[in-house]
């Protein structure tokens, strides 16, 4: 069984930044890719960032690439989330999620484990 715990959201003003780690608990946090993933009030969920298994294969979603950097240490089954340069519209709870293959994902149904999330409210 896999437990996510996502922590670090919060208020921030526009152009500031703000770092979410994501806990992983359970086994083989190294055959899992991991995903972060956002959900705004009234919108579907969509993909932020996706990591392989050894941090070498990322995905990103276009309206985030340059300002937000995902990253994971496997030596402490830890997912980051990097955000910078925040704007209001990436306002949203952000979800941390695993998939149990070496490759990542765009597509939420890909993943079979997610967190609780964490809100992230940017303000103008």
């Known amino acids: 069984q896999v437990r996510l715990v996502e922590s670090g959201g919060g208020l921030v003003q526009a152009g500031g930044s703000l770092r979410l780690p994501c806990a992983f608990y359970g086994r083989a946090f190294t055959n899992h890719a991991m995903g972060w993933f956002r959900q705004a009030p009234g919108k579907e969920r969509e993909l932020v960032a996706a990591?392989?298994?050894?941090?070498?294969?990322?995905l990103y979603a276009d309206s985030v690439k340059g300002q937000f950097t995902i990253s994971r240490d496997n030596a402490r089954n830890t997912l980051s989330l990097q955000m910078n340069t925040l704007k209001p519209e990436d306002t949203a709870v952000y979800y941390c999620a695993a998939r149990p293959s070496l490759s990542p994902s765009a597509s939420t149904a890909q993943y079979d484990y997610w967190g609780q999330g964490t809100q992230v409210t940017v303000s103008s």
């Open positions: 990591i392989g298994w050894r941090g070498g294969s990322t």
